[in-house]
């Protein structure tokens, strides 16, 4: 009170030194420290992204690349249809010995002794065994083939792709590693033939699961993933969004609606293993559906998906000005037309946003999976969601537990291939967001 | 919009059709981790052998998850396959039968050997059960008296291990082969070093005498591995002293980053461990439900086929990959009982 009547009284005794001193120097100092604290939490964020994904880009950037082995395969009839049955017996062409053709072009291409069993065993054991189904899918597409020979690129076996990327440390005693000696040798024989050699891999994005390495890929898990996201946003979206909407215009302010904003709250931070006990015990016990499949996947992340959507689309509906509904509102627009018609659009860049970081949190979900037996060893591709499929994340940390070398750097290959989903699905998300922002 | 109404429909249709689906035509399998890549090969090789089947489908998750699973009953969401890294106990018997599940086939498959490991460029190690009794029990005989462990380094063990801290990465609980490695080398070391006879005089109740003898050190020497090989395999890279505990399959696979250990002299391989000279190792299992056969298209092939010779045999691919092959004549009987259709 006193300062207010007579401040003119107070500066006037005061010396002109300690007037000015109203910490100036401390408040600057304070400033400046703050500013280094934000700068380097900044730094810090960056150095931990930058290692992360150098790591994960230098492990696996070799997945990305395949050692292939091309040989002129002679289709002989002599091994594939010995007795000329194939026009009767359908099963002829199905049970081939197929291996037999691949390890008579390795043998003349390396100039072996067909004999020495042991050695052109090392020699067929340098081709990938899917080479045999291969073949045959080759023969069966197209059975004039028999009698032909053909240039084929098969799959060199997985042991020699890492040692021809140098992945397998050759310098320590040849019984305390998978490849051999021999087999070595014949790698650089091929290669400076230019009969083995690496090229792009298209198998880790088009073949499903599988034991061998080299003919393992992320198709069955991409595929799964796709059709889980699919479920995930024509489930979640509608109802998220018709849900909050009800919240958060229509519903009067009672206990009841306290209670469920709550529990909305709550819900967003259980726990993801919970949601798939409850998918467990709701979609496979009690409604019978079948496990390991994409749709009971997709109903389980759209649960936990759903209070993400729910509080993102609250608080984007509640950021749009009362103004607006005032004056929609006094045009004589109907309480539905002021909501569809001008404050949802208004809303939607938040909507959408908040949609798609819930896709991006359940795409990269494998524990809600683990229980309704997604994370599965799964060779056929899904025809529809109802077949048993796996998903991304669930591929990483199966590839992150097999025992083989070549299933490291496929392992980080998976993770660059989740990462580029993301970005393209956070790229979405901007552009969306773009379309949609409007100013008032 | 419109495409948006459509695909709601029908995704609305398929989840009421899901509740009356149409008879599964793929093998449903589930269970333990050791037993998953030998599974997943076979699995893999039937698909290509039998293109009328589908693949199976292979879960992972542990043994006890898996027969838990294989338990709650018959019918089409129900698996068909439980791999099992140990024998099925009493009590999941029990509980298989109250949920309907009366006839289970036990198929055993071949041996799974475990072998200690550290990093390739340590010195050759030979170790025996009493030496990992007395490094990682939580209590040992000093002077005549059970004490708390006391030894830090291997070398205050046995003057024959090299001069380093003692690290040990051992499976966790959860783990099938944790039994294993208490019965086989801790229950054994405790016999052999003379501790057991202590353990008696001290305590009387004999499953307190045999927990005595199996408890593992707490004061972090020892580390329980909950993950999978792959996690001790990096705790061996980062502590070149440490021991690790794995498969033999997974050793091999990385033999060029592992240097084994011998127990009781023996090296671990596929051929000491067929002959029972290598003291680790266990059996491994597969469960059949019989009320699936004939319902589930595939699945009698499917098990016809993992026991055939071309797949557990000494010369087959599980082999190859780190399966130890039971002798013939034990083959040749599995063969027979699942033909037979014998029941548990």
């Given amino acids: ?440 | 919009m419109k495409v948006l109404k459509l695909t709601v429909a029908a995704l609305v249709a398929s989840a009421a059709f899901a509740g009356a689906a149409a008879a599964r035509d793929q093998i449903q399998v589930a269970g333990s981790s050791t037993v998953l890549p030998y599974a997943k090969i076979v699995a893999e090789t039937f698909g290509e052998t039998f293109p009328d089947f589908k693949t199976p489908v292979v879960e992972s998750g542990g043994s006890s998850a898996g027969l838990k699973e294989f338990c709650k009953g018959v019918g089409e969401d129900t698996i068909d396959i439980a791999n099992s890294s140990r024998k099925i106990k009493d009590s999941e018997v029990e509980a298989c039968k109250a949920a309907g599940v009366t006839e289970i086939q036990e198929v055993k498959i071949g041996y799974d050997g475990i072998v200690f490991a550290t990093d390739a460029g340590n010195a050759d190690l030979a170790l025996k059960p009493e030496h990992l009794y007395k490094a990682l029990a939580a209590e040992v005989v000093v002077d005549g008296k059970l004490a708390a462990n006391p030894y830090k380094k291997w070398s205050e063990v046995d003057a024959s291990l090299p001069d380093a801290e003692i690290a040990a990465y051992i499976p966790g609980q959860k783990h099938g082969t944790r039994e294993v490695f208490e019965e086989k080398i801790l229950a054994a070391g405790c016999k052999a070093s003379g501790a057991q006879d202590v353990i008696k005089a001290a305590v009387s109740d004999e499953k307190q005498q045999h927990s005595k003898c199996v408890a593992v050190r707490k004061d972090g020497l020892a580390v329980d591995i909950d993950g999978d090989y792959t996690e001790t395999l990096a705790r061996i890279a980062s502590n070149k002293s440490g021991i690790g505990v794995f498969g033999l399959s997974f050793y091999e696979n990385n033999a060029d980053k592992l240097k084994v250990a011998t127990v009781n002299g023996i090296v671990p391989s596929t051929e000491t461990i067929a002959s029972g000279e290598y003291p680790v190792s266990r059996p491994l299992f597969f469960y059949v439900k019989k009320a699936h056969m004939g319902v589930v298209p595939g699945l009698k092939e499917y098990v016809e086929f993992f026991i055939d010779d071309q797949m557990i045999g000494p010369d087959s691919p599980l082999a190859e990959y780190g399966l130890v092959a039971a002798p013939d004549a034990e083959r040749e009987e599995i063969r027979k009982a699942f033909e037979a259709g014998n029941m548990l």
């Fill in chain 1, 1 to 440: 009170m006193t300062d207010l009547a007579s401040p003119t009284v107070r500066v006037s005794t005061r010396p002109a030194e300690t007037r000015r001193d109203i910490g100036i120097k401390r408040r600057y100092a304070a400033e400046r420290r703050f500013r280094v604290y934000g700068i380097s939490a900044i730094t810090l964020g960056l150095l931990f992204l930058a290692l992360l994904l150098s790591t994960v880009v230098s492990n696996g950037y070799t997945a990305f690349l395949q050692t292939t082995i091309t040989l002129p395969i002679e289709f002989s009839e002599k091994v594939i249809d010995p007795k000329n049955e194939r026009s009767t017996d359908a099963k002829q062409l199905m049970t081939a010995n197929y291996p037999l053709l691949v390890r008579d072009a390795l043998v003349k291409q390396l100039g072996l002794d067909a004999t020495k069993r042991p050695q052109v065993k090392q020699a067929t054991d340098m081709v990938s065994a899917s080479a045999r189904t291969q073949l045959r899918d080759m023969v069966v597409a197209d059975p004039s083939i028999i009698g032909k020979t053909v240039p084929v690129t098969l799959l060199a076996e997985a042991n020699i792709d890492s040692a021809f990327k140098g992945q397998i440390d050759l310098s320590v005693a040849e019984t305390n590693r998978k490849v051999k000696d021999q087999q070595v040798a014949w790698m650089n024989q091929l290669a400076d033939a230019g009969v083995l050699k690496k090229s792009f891999n298209t198998g880790i994005f088009s073949f499903g699961a599988s034991s061998r390495p080299e003919a393992a890929g992320v198709g069955v898990a991409l595929i799964g993933s796709l059709y889980m996201m699919l479920i995930v946003l024509v489930l979640s979206l509608p109802i998220g969004v018709a849900a909050s909407i009800y919240l958060e215009e229509f519903a009067p302010k009672n206990r009841l609606t306290d209670l469920i904003e709550v529990n909305i709250n709550n819900l967003a931070a259980v726990p993801s293993i919970v949601y798939g006990l409850l998918g467990l015990a709701v979609f496979i016990n009690f409604a019978g559906m079948p496990r390991s499949a994409a749709l009971v996947g997709g109903f389980v992340l759209t649960l936990m998906t759903l209070p993400t959507i729910i509080i993102a689309t609250r608080a984007a509906l509640k950021a749009v000005p009362p103004s607006i509904r005032s004056a929609a509102l006094g045009l004589g627009a109907s309480k539905m037309q002021t909501i569809f018609h001008h404050v949802l659009p208004l809303a939607m860049p938040g909507i959408l946003t908040g949609t798609i970081i819930g896709l991006a949190h359940a795409l990269g979900e494998t524990a809600p999976l683990l229980l309704i037996g997604m994370v599965a060893f799964v060779v056929d591709f899904p025809g529809s969601p109802l077949e048993p499929s796996t998903a991304l994340p669930v591929q990483i940390y199966m590839w992150a537990n097999e025992a083989e070398r070549a299933f490291v750097e496929r392992t980080s290959g998976a993770i660059i291939i989740l990462l580029i989903f993301l970005v393209f699905m956070n790229l979405g998300a901007i552009l969306l967001r773009r379309r949609f922002e409007r100013r008032w």
